[in-house]
């Protein structure tokens, strides 16, 4: 379990070599990542929601596709397919996010988006309770999608716009 001696050894390790990294790479030149980037709060929110929805984005990229087989009885290519109409809409946002931040700044598609995204949770939620299908759980994940690709890439140049020019080359 979470408390096995391994576990927590585990993370220990991964904490001090952690504390390992950050140090060297704060004494040598030319570091593989500039710490001192994480010192800019602006940043630090940005990307904590970018990787939220990173999280979100791998989860139900697992479970979708499971929940369509294993609780819905889908075949596996109707179980994958819950998640082709999200990905087209990915695919569709992504040259289009950067013109949506010009237009409107980085706070209305950020908050759009994690909308959409909180939304979509609470529909999947729904949908679970009352038995779900297919469709339902691909409508909630399009929304989920559609929140993705307004937050993540306008999270990133607002992030980025927020580290000073001296070290942006990371």
């Known amino acids: 379990g979470c408390g096995a ?36 709060p602006a940043f630090v929110l940005a990307l904590a929601g ?19 087989q294993e609780v819905l009885g889908a075949s596996a290519f109707q179980a994958g397919c819950i998640l082709l109409p999200g990905c087209v809409l990915g695919v569709i946002f992504a040259p289009l996010s950067g013109g949506i931040l010009d237009r409107f700044g980085a706070s209305r598609p950020i908050v759009l988006g994690s909308g959409a995204i909180v939304v979509s949770l609470a529909l999947m939620l729904v949908v679970q309770r009352q038995g779900g299908s ?16 307004l937050c993540v890439p306008t999270g990133m140049t607002h992030a980025y716009g927020h580290v000073p020019e001296a070290i942006r080359n990371d």
């Open 5 to 40: 001696r391994e576990v927590l050894g585990g993370i220990l390790l991964f904490v001090l070599l952690l504390g390992v990294f950050a140090m060297r790479s704060r004494r040598i030149p030319d570091p593989l990542i500039r710490v001192s980037v994480f010192s800019h």
């Open 50 to 68: 970018i990787m939220l929805t990173q999280f979100g984005i791998l989860a139900l990229g697992y479970l979708l596709p499971n929940v369509g």
């Open 134 to 149: 297919v469709a339902a759980y691909m409508a909630a994940y399009v929304l989920f999608a559609g929140g993705q690709g």
